[in-house]
Nanobody, 124 residues
Framework: QVQLVESGGGSVQAGGSLRLSCAAS????????MGWFRQAPGKEREGVAA????????YYTPSVKGRFTISQDNAKNTVYLQMNSLKPEDTAMYYC?????????????????WGQGTQVTVSS
């Protein structure tokens, strides 16, 4: 049973930083794709960043490039999302997800595994 547990959300003023963590367990394959999604009230869920744990390749949605960094600690089976220069429009529930294929992960495939979500609130 694959489980993803997020932590690190909270409230911060614009320009501030937060780091989200996603601890994964239950995967038999160490080379998977993990990513972060977010969903704001009244908006569709969108992919924010993803990483292929086998080689470290990373991917970002344009609105967060240069501000957010996704990284991994394979020894801890944990993926992080460092969020800097936060803006009020970054306010959302952030979800960790995992899939064997990046293409499936990024489109929010039904085959994705999901965490429970962590709230990020950025005030102006």
């Amino acid at each position: 049973q694959v489980q993803l547990v997020e932590s690190g959300g909270g409230s911060v003023q614009a320009g501030g930083s937060l780091r989200l963590s996603c601890a994964a367990s239950g995967y038999t394959d160490s080379n998977i794709c993990m990513g972060w999604f977010r969903q704001a009230p009244g908006k569709e869920r969108e992919g924010v960043a993803a990483i292929y744990t086998g080689g470290g390749s990373t991917y970002y949605t344009p609105s967060v490039k240069g501000r957010f960094t996704i990284s991994q600690d394979n020894a801890k089976n944990t993926v992080y999302l460092q969020m800097n220069s936060l803006k009020p429009e970054d306010t959302a529930m952030y979800y960790c997800a995992a899939n064997e294929r990046l293409s499936d992960l990024w489109v929010g495939s039904p085959g994705n595994y999901w965490g429970q979500g962590t709230q990020v609130t950025v005030s102006s």
